[in-house]
């Protein structure tokens, strides 16, 4: 395709050019269309596959035509990229201009900022220092006495016995919103541990007292944050019936209990935990040399990054947040804080953004990939989360979108990277328990880099320590077992369910995250190198059941 190019704009990383596309170019595409599409056309009065090209134009022209511009500016855009050489930062901003008119030269402005050039990663004399901790015995005791109260031996009371916090009862209920039912609001045999926090405030402790065979009006109101949006923030009846109570009995920490739960003696239950805990360490001490690698890395290396992801970025931070403060006690407070600190919060999502494309071109320049197999796995992983009749959907989806698959690969290829890194690295051994190490984590979380401290003027690791009604951030999955951050892209890929029964709190499924829209000639997103400011801690919540 012949295509005249005028640049209008080179500024940094900012690039706009002006594309011609020759409106002959266009009609050939609409003439080869005609052709293809000819033999599917059925029309009364001709064979099929013998209708005129002129009454094909007639009746399809404008879809026709329609396709081949948006085809000729696509390919155009490619064209433009691949002569240029240039590497979009995230999807162009394209635009027709006003006055096109069928038969004539189409003009299309391309508006774009360019990947820039990342210097040759500084990856010499890496020191970093590796805490070991040593999995703790009477942490062991105390987990394993978790799982013992957790998993108690329920026993008839009798029959008089009026139940107390602590006490299961058994019973059949049914909801009601000024007098009428609502749907998924009655239930019959549920167990219920009083004191558990299981259902929405109120309901548990107005069932203490009651009585096997008793009958109670349970009122109740419903959270203005509730899941099922009919019922937010209003007044509810429950009738209830306690069919029976039942008492907690003795848990004894014995082998009976551990083959209870499918294991052959006490020893072996220890074991998991202790092996489990011995996991969690771990988790914790690759934190802790992440954080001293991406620093020493932030601290080797300064070039120019786009201005549209770091915006991204920065939007994606304030959006998790404000979500986030939308929970607190006092979210205007919260708010209030976030707007205070966003400057910070755009410190953190510039040094994001250029340890992400850093980290990506060591990855590239050594040869670090993603399997096939790896591949299948991440996507086994991740449509697991959706309900059976979806998964073949999501796996549809992310073979089809390439940026949805670089986003679902970008994680475990950040973790490649760095253990590439570890690899290159001096690392010095210090034994420590587990209280220094979460300490010296701490201490890392609330430390942000001002003038004067010795260290490039960009944020931390990780984000400011939180004040008040601030966010807390925690590590990252890649970053270890300590917390989770959720995806700041949490739009859903398609339908989940409401949480099973009205009466139960309801927690979201994790959500792979939204894909962007893919650039024609667009490299992949860089990876995350950070972790995004974690969600406050909300009260626990019964998760929403599959199926």
């Not at 050489?85 to 394209?94: D, E, G, M």
């Not at 009651?210 to 203005?224: C, H, I, L, Q, Y």
């Not at 601290?299 to 970025?313: N, Y």
């Not at 077992?481 to 979201?508: M, N, R, T, Y």
Request: glycine share 8%; with cysteine.
């Amino acid at each position: 395709m012949t295509i005249k190019t005028v640049e209008t704009e080179n500024e940094g990383l900012k690039r706009a050019f002006m594309l011609t596309i020759p409106a002959e170019d266009i009609e050939a595409r609409v003439e080869k269309e005609v052709k293809r599409i000819a033999p599917q056309i059925r029309m009364p009065g001709f064979r099929p596959g013998k209708v005129p090209p002129n009454l094909i134009r007639k009746m399809h022209g404008e879809s026709l035509r329609g396709d081949a511009l948006q085809g000729a500016v696509q390919d155009g855009v490619q064209q433009l990229l691949n002569e240029k050489n240039i590497r979009p930062a995230l999807q162009p901003q394209v635009e027709l201009t006003p006055g096109y008119e069928p038969g004539k030269d189409a003009e299309v402005k391309v508006s774009l900022e360019a990947l820039p050039e990342v210097p040759a990663a500084d990856i010499s004399k890496l020191e970093l220092e590796r805490l070991t901790v040593e999995a703790d015995e009477a942490v062991v005791d105390e987990q394993v006495g978790r799982l013992a109260s957790q998993n108690k031996r329920w026993e008839d009371a009798p029959k008089k016995h009026a139940a107390a916090k602590g006490d299961l009862v058994v019973m059949d209920f049914e909801g009601s919103v000024d007098g009428t039912p609502f749907e998924g609001g009655k239930g019959e045999d549920m167990s219920l541990e009083l004191g558990s926090g299981q259902l929405i405030p109120g309901f548990e402790d107005q069932l203490v007292g009651a009585k096997a065979g008793d009958s109670r009006e349970v009122k109740v109101t419903f959270p203005n944050d509730y899941p099922t949006e009919n019922l937010k923030g209003k007044d509810a009846v429950f009738a209830v019936t306690v069919k029976s109570v039942k008492t907690a009995g003795e848990s004894k920490l014995d082998d009976d209990f551990a083959k209870s739960m499918g294991l052959n003696d006490l020893e072996q239950l220890k074991g998991l935990v202790r092996d489990q805990q011995v996991q969690e360490l771990n988790g914790l001490t690759r934190t802790h040399m992440k954080r001293q690698l991406l620093d020493l890395l932030d601290a080797r290396h300064d070039f120019q990054v786009p201005e549209s992801m770091v915006e991204a970025e920065f939007q994606n931070i304030l959006a998790q947040l404000r979500h986030e403060a939308s929970h607190e006690q006092d979210p205007q407070a919260a708010l209030a804080e976030i707007e205070a600190e966003s400057g910070e919060y755009r410190h953190i999502a510039e040094r994001r953004v250029r340890l992400g494309l850093l980290l990506s071109e060591i990855g590239a320049g050594n040869g670090i990939q993603i399997t096939e197999q790896e591949m299948n796995r991440l996507i086994m992983q991740a449509a697991s989360q959706y309900q059976p009749k979806d998964r073949e959907t999501f796996i549809r989806y992310i073979q089809q979108e390439p940026m949805a698959a670089a986003q679902l690969r970008a994680p475990l290829y950040e973790d490649k990277v760095v253990d590439f890194l570890f690899g290159q690295a001096k690392i010095t051994e210090r034994t420590a328990t587990r209280a220094e190490l979460e300490a010296d984590l701490e201490s890392e979380e609330g430390h942000v880099h001002g003038p004067g401290c010795g260290h490039d003027h960009h944020a931390h690791d990780h984000e400011p320590k939180a004040k008040k009604a601030a966010a807390k951030p925690v590590p990252s999955k890649a970053e270890g077992p300590k917390g989770k951050a959720k995806s700041s892209e949490q739009d859903k890929l398609v339908a989940e369910p409401p949480a099973k029964g009205p009466v139960e709190k309801a927690a979201a499924k994790p959500k792979p995250a939204k894909p962007l829209k893919d650039a024609p000639g667009a490299k992949a997103p860089a990876v995350k190198a950070e972790a995004k400011p974690a969600a406050r801690k909300a009260p626990a919540k019964k998760p929403a059941k599959k199926g």
